[in-house]
């Protein structure tokens, strides 16, 4: 049981670039969530995706986009990448929306120049 | 506006002593769960323990316990025993048990440093 897996582990872009990070888990859960923690601070909601087929905002979900692929797989995508989004990146799934624990992946760090 | 506060930015405690982390919230909601996450250095967030708001009991796990005073809206996060594995950021966060979505809402972090 590998939980919550993020790809890559580390990225840098530059200004402008795009790119998808990949979230998957072997839980069968239901709901999962994109977060992302800036120095000092505690994590943020991006986008989350209460059960398959369905994404709704965040706190800050400007400059990004998410993707349901499957129950399994939920991708979030910088179409545009911007120094401001230099930050590290948590991916976290639970069986329930309401009911259960969330569990985190690893985190993908990101740098944009 | 929900919201977690964390006082405490660093604390110290000696190993083998036992630590309080604060943690106090603020929500109109009257059911909700609070939460606990440990951050190591290596970065991942490790789930701690959780307390849902109509809980009787404080819950407890192993050597983490949370003192859950609903009047006071506190929950705070109780080490017995440290250890120099304890070493990390911890992070308070509730949700809301009937927003849709679940989303967690988390606090600033206290970061905890165990001397040997």
């Known amino acids: 049981n590998a939980g919550v897996t993020q790809t890559p582990k580390f990225q840098v872009l530059k200004t402008g670039q795009s790119m998808t990070l990949q979230c998957a888990q072997d839980m069968n859960h239901n709901s999962m969530y994109w977060y992302r923690q800036d120095p000092g601070m505690g994590l943020r909601l991006i986008y989350y995706s209460a059960s398959e087929g369905t994404t709704d905002k965040g706190e800050v979900p400007n400059g990004y986009n998410v993707s349901r692929l499957n129950k399994r797989e939920f991708s979030l995508r910088l179409e545009s990448a911007a120094p401001s989004q230099t930050s590290v990146y948590f991916c976290?799934?639970?069986?329930?929306?309401?009911?259960?624990?969330?569990?985190f992946g690893p985190g993908t760090r990101l740098t944009v120049l | 506006a929900q919201k977690i506060t964390q006082t405490q930015p660093g604390m110290f405690v000696q190993e083998k002593e036992a630590v309080t982390l604060d943690c106090t919230y603020d929500?109109?909601?009257?059911?909700?769960?609070l939460f606990w996450y440990k951050q190591p250095s290596s970065g991942e967030m490790i789930f701690l323990i959780y307390?849902?708001?109509?809980?009787?009991q404080n819950a407890t796990e192993g050597r983490y316990s949370l003192n859950f005073q609903k009047a006071r809206k506190s929950a705070n996060l109780v080490i017995s025993a440290s250890q120099l594995g304890d070493s990390a950021m911890y992070f308070c966060a509730m949700r809301q048990i009937y927003n849709q979505g679940g989303k967690l809402i988390f606090g600033q972090g206290t970061e905890l440093s165990v001397k040997p």
């Open positions: 307390q849902g708001s109509y809980d009787q």
């Open positions: 976290a799934s639970s069986g329930q929306p309401n009911g259960d624990t969330q569990y």
């Open positions: 929500t109109s909601d009257p059911s909700y769960g």
